[in-house]
Structures are given as C-alpha cells and as structure tokens.
C-alpha cells in the first residue's frame, strides 16, 4: 500500500502555511505544492526548507493572485488591474483563442524560477483549480514541465467511475490533457478530500490507500486569517481538513511507509 498525501496552496497566507507545515509534523503529509503568486510565499518557502522530509512542488496559479511576470508582458491572462483572470473567465477566453501560450509559458516559467530561486527545487507540479488539466494549458505546460526537468505531474482522475460532477469533469480534463503529459511520471487516481461529498472521516481516507496503483491524495489544511479569506472562497474546510490529517487514527492505519514523496 503506497500512496502520496499532498497539502496544496503553501503561501497562499500565513494561516494556511502554518496549518500546512502542522499536518506535515503531526500528520500524514509529505508532500506540499507552493503557491509563488501571493504575498507570504517566500516566507512560506523558507518555513518550508527547514523540513528536511517535506517535498515541495510548484502549485501552478493562472487563476488566484498576481503574475510573478509583469502583467504588461503577459497581458491576455490579466485584467485590466494586472490580476490573474478568474477561472471562469480564462476559461473563456481559452476556448475563444485569446489566450497567447507565450503568455502561459512565460508565466509558469516565471513561477518555476522565483520558487527555485527561493531554493527549492519544485520537480512536482500541479496547479490551482486544476488549470493545467485544460488542454489549452497543458500543452503549454506539458513543454515547459520538459525543458524545466519535471518529473511529476498531477492527473485528477478518481479512483470510482462515478463520485459526482465535478469528480467526472475532472476525469475528462485528464484524459483530454493526457497526451500533453506522455512520459512525465505521475498519479494514477486522485483524490480531494476537500471536495468530495459526503466528506470522509479518517478511517475512510485510510481505506482510500487500498485503491490500486499509485494515487494521491489531496487536502487543503490550514488556519484562517485575514490574508485567506481575502485570497480565496475556500475557508472554512481548511481546518476540517487539518484536523483529519493530523488525526492519529489516520497515522497508525498508514503507518510510517504507505506515504512516499512525489518525487523520490
């Protein structure tokens, strides 16, 4: 039974941060993905190197905060304030051709090289709100992942044929944005415990190892504080998920071999 757990959104506020690198101590996780677009992720970074056994990954933003690169050299992913488009959006204006891939590799290039540059390697991407599962994105994304040396990459396909409809988007998104990911290493299934309805308890999560293959297992731990709940409409799950990964039933079930790193 091996699988990957996985806190996502580090930097994206203190709070969140804090709660990350507690379910990291406490808990089951083992792997994180950073957020470079907002303003405590260097120090988020820096908390984060002091881990010796937490692998840190680029969590890719196209859709939350500001560009790392000038808005004026990326301009068809902004809007007229120099902000990130919502998902919503973007989406739009995907499917309408408006948005330049120099743009989406220059930004994500960008991002790669402001977390590596703050020293952390980021071998393992994935992305908020899934945007690199976009097939406009992913092909963009699935380049840049090759010349930058990216060994994993996130697919989001859930281990049940049906569990609801934004799980069975995501099924699609990934099969669509397969070919952009051909020979990158990454999950088999997926699954975020945030989302998923009813929600799970922590005898549930650790039966979710038993699935077959190697999957991931994603949450969203943190405390809230002011920066968050200016940043993002996700905020009241982020402590329920901190509290079932640091549930002790959880850490016995796994044990100390099941979780592994993205990136070995």
């Known amino acids: ?3 990957v757990v996985t806190a996502d959104d580090l930097g994206l506020s203190p709070g969140v941060t804090r709660g990350i690198l ?14 470079v ?12 190197r002091a881990q010796p056994d937490l692998e840190v990954g680029l969590h890719i933003d196209l859709v939350g905060g500001s560009p790392v690169s000038d808005p004026a050299a990326v301009p068809s992913l902004c809007d007229s304030e120099g902000r990130f488009l919502g998902l919503a959006e973007l989406t739009r204006r995907l499917v309408t051709g408006r948005v330049r891939p120099a743009d989406l590799a220059a930004e994500v290039r960008a ?11 980021v071998l393992a991407w994935d992305s908020h709100r899934h945007v690199h599962l976009l097939p406009p994105v ?9 010349d930058e040396g990216v060994r994993w990459i996130r697919r989001a396909r ?44 922590a005898a549930g999560i650790a039966l979710l190892a038993a699935y077959g293959g190697l999957g991931e297992i994603a949450g969203h731990p943190g405390y809230v504080d002011e920066a968050l709940k200016a940043a993002d409409t996700l905020v009241a799950e982020r402590h329920h998920d901190l509290r079932l990964l640091t549930d002790p039933l959880l850490r016995r079930a796994l044990g100390s071999e099941a979780v592994r790193w993205r990136v070995l």
């Open 1 to 3: 039974m091996r699988v």
């Open 22 to 35: 507690e379910a990291h101590r406490r808990g089951v996780v083992r792997s994180a993905s950073l957020m």
């Open 37 to 48: 677009t907002f303003a405590s992720a260097a120090e988020a970074a820096a908390l984060a």
């Open 111 to 121: 991002q790669a090289a402001l977390a590596r540059s703050w020293g952390l390697a």
């Open 138 to 146: 992913a092909l963009v994304v699935g380049r840049v992942a090759r």
């Open 158 to 201: 859930p281990p049940r044929l049906w569990s609801g409809p934004k799980q069975a988007a995501l099924r699609v998104a990934t099969f669509a944005s397969a070919p952009a990911y051909r020979g990158i290493a990454g999950n088999r299934w997926y699954v975020d415990i945030t989302s998923e309805r009813p929600r799970h308890d």
